[in-house]
């Protein structure tokens, strides 16, 4: 399985993400959304840093159990009630990223809601992974 990631020099030079992602010869995996959620329910963390990494440590389990790794993301779609509020943290959010998923970006959409399913969520993150 080969994952190759496209960035056209002729479009924005992305920052935190690839323009496009192909895969040949592979298996995928559909990840459900994930919130801050701990394992009894409660939403972890009362800034979108902290929500963040919590949100990307579920989505990372989720992964390892259907047996993959943060290197097979291919696409992510991020639900966000405040994206000024992400876009003022995306260093401190670079840094979480980089130490639980890697160098290694996938095609990314940030999509603003008015609200997520839990009213303490501030982000929820859904997903693609290749497997070989």
Request: proline share 5%.
């Amino acid at each position: 399985m080969t994952v190759k990631r496209i960035n056209p020099e002729s479009l924005a030079p992305p920052i935190g993400f690839s323009h496009a992602v192909v895969a040949e010869g592979s298996t995928i995996v559909l990840l459900a959304g994930q919130t801050a959620l701990n394992a009894d329910n409660v939403i972890v963390g009362a800034t979108i840093v902290e929500q963040v990494e919590k949100v990307l440590q579920n989505l990372l389990a989720a992964l390892a159990a259907a047996g993959g790794n943060p290197s097979q993301l291919a696409k992510l779609t991020i639900y966000c009630v405040d994206p000024v509020d992400y876009r003022a943290h995306s260093r401190e959010i670079g840094a979480v990223w980089k130490r639980l998923v890697g160098r290694d970006y996938p095609a990314m959409t940030l999509v603003g809601v008015t609200r997520l399913w839990d009213d303490e969520a501030l982000i929820e993150i859904e997903g693609t992974a290749i497997l070989p």
